[in-house]
């Protein structure tokens, strides 16, 4: 317990000193702050863009659209950032060696998996929540009411995700070598998914709807019951992920 | 009493026997040096003392504790620096030496106390930077201080020497000689002027033999054959002369080195004398009469032979 | 356009965060040259005009190795 809580410690150390922390939260806020202003602002945007004669005009945006501009941006670059950021948690210290003495001291393996998660998972949650803190705010303040339904539900499910490529990340780096194999191998993986989300009646199994039908939640489109079995299979395969990686990490070579 | 004990080890990698029958012991308080060139077999000994290779037969005892493969309970006596140590460059050495202390389960005062000793004892007490500013020497510095921590029976170096100047080789070598106080020193090198320096025992590790193996007094004393060389002024006759000395009873080789004859007496009390007189009464101009003691590179040179 | 003045105050947060992200990568990049892969040019081009992902992409993939 003492070696776990001694190697959490160096994992938030390590994620402040490397600066992923500081990358995390500026591209986090960004995204908080640009949806809001992005959705508002889209009927100027679209009106310098009109041609003389051809009159667009598309609806008074609503928090909603504040909402959408949120989703879209955190589910596609800002999960992408999150992979980057965090795709080489774990390959750069085997690659370096650095394991090495730790694990000759006494440091058991599945502690490494274990605290290396759990530090993640933390920064992924904080950082999640701060930009939709400051998305509710903005929204708040632009279009008046920052209450949508479902929202929170919503939220949680893009979180989960976040874990399921966390815990993707670590299964993929445990058996592979290199810096980047871990990384390419989820987001190959990452690639099956939405290929396999072409397929309505594979939509119950996918993971990745728990990143593709959040604004659907909101409008309404989708229901919190069509997400329940989505939560569960991914609850799982988290789950299952961190499980196989401890285990294969075990007999690695070092 | 023995804090390390191989007997009748072996290990093969593949057709190639590596080790072959390898038993040596180390006692308590000694500066140990493993010698060898490269791809003799030492790391490779050293992983099985550390338990992180398997020996095909023999065994290895660690403070009288069987080494088994894998379950490295006897590891908890043993200080281990690799031969290129790998640190968190984002880390200053004395937040490193907390990690490792609180991964090995010490308290908080007792990690406090050793990492101020042995930041001291290696020499990097006041360095404040980030390991990712440090020189080779620092790194390896650092790395003894890490084996030390736990305070272990023993300190298993691989080659702490060999990628440094001559500074950092002097300043590491003094460390591991101070070390002594506080543990038993088991270092591994190629470069044996750094055996001369510290070491009290000697083991050489040829063909996954010990070829040679004793205190290192003990070893140039046994093996002690003055070498004398000799210049002349004329080097007309070097051949001659480099037949007629090899007859004589009390020489036990002559070589030819470019205009010298080095002459190996077999009997050091009177041989110098000996070898004086027949050259006074062959009367040749003698230009040099040098007399050379054996070093361990010589004996080395002998021995890989 | 009176209306993006109008919303200036939420507007400079975020180009002054992306000036941030851009500029740092730039000066990062430019004291160390000897990048992964690719070559300095590429990533000069990729840091300034790639919005946000780029000098994210830099900084987690691109960069040389710290030690």
Redesign the interface.
């Known amino acids: 317990m003492?070696?776990y809580?001694?190697?959490c410690?160096?994992e938030v150390?390590?994620n402040l000193?490397?600066h992923k922390v500081l990358i995390l939260m500026i591209v986090f806020l960004l995204f908080g702050m640009m949806s809001p202003l992005t959705a508002k602002l889209m009927p100027e945007i679209f009106k310098s863009l009109a041609l003389d004669g051809i009159v667009i005009t598309i609806p008074e945006p609503t928090a909603l659209d504040a909402y959408a501009q949120f989703f879209k941006n955190t589910s596609q670059m800002g999960l992408l950032v999150v992979l980057l950021v965090f795709g080489g948690m774990l390959s750069t210290e085997i690659t370096?060696?650095?394991l090495?003495?730790?694990v000759?001291?006494?440091?058991s393996r599945h502690v490494v998996i274990l605290a290396k998660f759990t530090v993640a998972s933390i920064l992924w949650t904080l950082t999640l929540l701060a930009s939709f803190i400051t998305t509710f705010g903005y929204t708040a303040y632009l279009f008046g009411s920052g209450i949508q339904p479902n929202l929170l539900f919503s939220i949680f499910c893009l979180w989960l995700f976040g874990l399921f490529l966390l815990a993707s990340l670590l299964f993929f780096s445990s058996f592979t070598s290199g810096n980047f194999a871990g990384l390419a191998l989820t987001a190959v993986s990452l690639l099956i998914l939405l290929l396999l989300d072409i397929f309505p009646r594979l939509h119950a199994l996918n993971p990745i709807t728990l990143a593709s039908l959040n604004t659907a939640l909101l409008s309404g489109a989708s229901q919190i019951s069509d997400l329940t079995l989505p939560v569960g299979v991914t609850l799982g395969l988290t789950v299952l992920l961190l499980g196989s990686s401890m285990m294969v990490f075990r007999r690695r070579k070092l | 009493m023995n804090v390390l004990s191989l007997k009748n080890v072996s290990k093969r990698f593949g057709s190639l026997k590596v080790i072959d029958g390898l038993s040596f012991d180390v006692e308590e308080g000694i500066v140990f040096g493993f010698v060898g060139k490269n791809g003799a077999g030492k790391t490779t000994t050293m992983k099985m003392i550390?338990g992180l290779l398997e020996c095909d037969s023999g065994t290895i005892r660690v403070c009288d504790e069987e080494v088994t493969f894998g379950e490295?309970a006897t590891?908890?006596h043993i200080g281990?620096l690799?031969d290129?140590?790998?640190?968190?460059?984002?880390?200053k050495a004395k937040?490193y030496l907390t990690?490792?202390g609180?991964?090995?389960?010490l308290s908080h005062t007792q990690i406090r106390a050793r990492s101020g000793e042995l930041l001291n004892l290696v020499g990097l007490s006041g360095v404040e930077r980030k390991i990712?500013t440090y020189s080779r020497g620092m790194k390896q510095r650092l790395g003894i201080a890490?084996a030390l921590l736990?305070s272990p029976k023993l300190l298993i170096c691989d080659e702490p020497t060999s990628a440094l100047d001559p500074i950092g080789r002097s300043e590491i070598l003094s460390i591991l000689h101070a070390a002594k106080k506080y543990t038993t020193v088991l270092f591994s090198t190629h470069i044996l002027s750094d055996v001369e320096r510290i070491c009290d025992r000697v083991g050489i590790l040829n063909d996954g033999k010990l070829m040679l193996e004793g205190d290192l007094s003990d070893i140039k004393s046994r093996h002690r054959e003055n070498t004398v060389t000799l210049e002349f002024e004329s080097t007309h006759d070097l051949q001659e002369l480099h037949r007629t000395l090899s007859d004589l009873p009390f020489v036990s080789s002559v070589e030819t080195q470019n205009r010298a004859l080095l002459v190996r007496l077999s009997d050091t009390i009177d041989g110098n004398q000996r070898l004086l007189e027949h050259l006074t009464r062959s009367k040749l101009m003698l230009l040099k009469f040098e007399v050379g003691e054996p070093t361990l590179e010589s004996l080395f040179m002998e021995i890989i032979k | 356009m009176e209306k993006i003045i109008e919303y200036l105050p939420f507007l400079i947060p975020i180009i002054l965060l992306e000036l941030v992200l851009a500029f740092s990568a730039l000066i990062h990049l430019l004291k160390h040259p000897d990048v992964k892969f690719g070559n300095k040019t590429i990533w000069i081009f990729v840091v300034l005009l790639v919005q946000i992902i780029g000098p994210i992409l830099y900084f987690t993939i691109g960069r040389s190795d710290?030690?």
Request: net charge positive; hydrophobic share 30%; aromatic share 10%.
């Open positions: 003492r070696s809580i001694a190697f410690k160096k150390l390590e000193r490397t370096k060696g650095t090495i003495n730790m000759t001291k006494g440091l | 550390l490295t590891n908890r281990y690799p290129v140590p790998e640190f968190y460059g984002y880390m937040e990690l490792c609180e991964i090995t389960g990712s890490q736990n | 710290q030690s």
